[in-house]
């Protein structure tokens, strides 16, 4: 079946420190991916969207790649602050639907 | 910026009654959606619609039915609440796959609790 893993410990980074989340999937054939940011008691917010075609994609202080050979995606914050602190999640959508399947998370804590 | 509302943020209900959880976007968008999310589960879809009048069950509709008689509208119904419905509520929309990459907009959430 389907899986989508993220990594459930908390990552803990310093600030000024680039962040790195891991999204890795495995019986998906994705032609998108997403990655949205999710605080306490909030709807996740939509940050960027990268493409089964595309290696990298930039946004501000946001990057994400996609390795479609390793069925894994990078989400990187570089000089990370206090204010980056919340829930990531990737999400994935291909294999015939239009639907995303959605990781569960990964929080990340940026200490001042 | 796209405003998907949901008509609370907290509701208390008492085991048996009927539940109303109500969704209204502003961007005139095809697609919208319930998710309940739990901890350790992740987000999963309960149902979602694709135009007025039109729904899809997800991976979760038991114990829910929704109504979608307007576009920006769409409720969520718990027919008879049950403790393990107590969960956090989220609806989303999205405009018509553009090449599927139907990004979500989020509304803030409803956290609800079954007694």
């Known amino acids: 079946s389907q899986k989508i893993e993220q990594n459930s410990e908390a990552l803990n980074i310093q600030e000024g420190k680039t962040a790195t989340l891991t999204c890795n999937y495995t019986?998906?054939?994705?032609?998108?991916l997403q990655w949205y940011r999710q605080d306490p008691g909030r709807g996740p917010v939509f940050l960027l969207l990268?493409?089964?075609?595309?290696k990298e994609k930039r946004k501000e202080r946001l990057k994400v790649t996609f390795d479609t050979t390793l069925k894994q995606s990078l989400f990187h914050i570089t000089a990370s602050q206090p204010a980056d602190s919340a829930t990531y999640l990737c999400?994935?959508?291909?294999?015939?639907?239009?639907?995303?399947?959605f990781g569960r998370g990964t929080s990340l804590i940026v200490h001042p | 910026d796209v405003k998907v509302t949901q008509s609370s943020r907290y509701l208390v209900k008492r085991t048996g009654e009927k539940v109303f959880l109500e969704c209204v976007q502003d961007?005139?968008?095809?697609?919208m959606f319930w998710y309940r999310q739990d901890p350790g589960l992740g987000l999963r879809l309960i149902y979602f619609?694709?135009?007025?009048?039109?729904?899809e069950k997800g991976d979760i509709p038991e114990g829910y039915s929704v109504s979608r008689e307007k576009k920006e509208r769409f409720s969520l119904i718990l027919e008879s609440a049950s403790t393990n419905q107590t969960s956090m509520y989220l609806c989303?929309?999205?405009?018509?796959?553009?090449?599927?990459?139907?990004?979500?907009?989020f509304g803030a959430g409803t956290r609800l609790s079954v007694l």
């Open positions: 619609s694709y135009d007025v009048k039109m729904k």
């Open positions: 961007m005139d968008h095809e697609n």
């Open positions: 999400a994935l959508v291909g294999g015939g639907s239009y639907i995303p399947t």
């Open positions: 019986n998906y054939s994705p032609a998108y």
């Open positions: 990268i493409r089964e075609n595309e």
């Open positions: 989303a929309s999205s405009p018509p796959p553009r090449g599927m990459e139907n990004i979500q907009y």
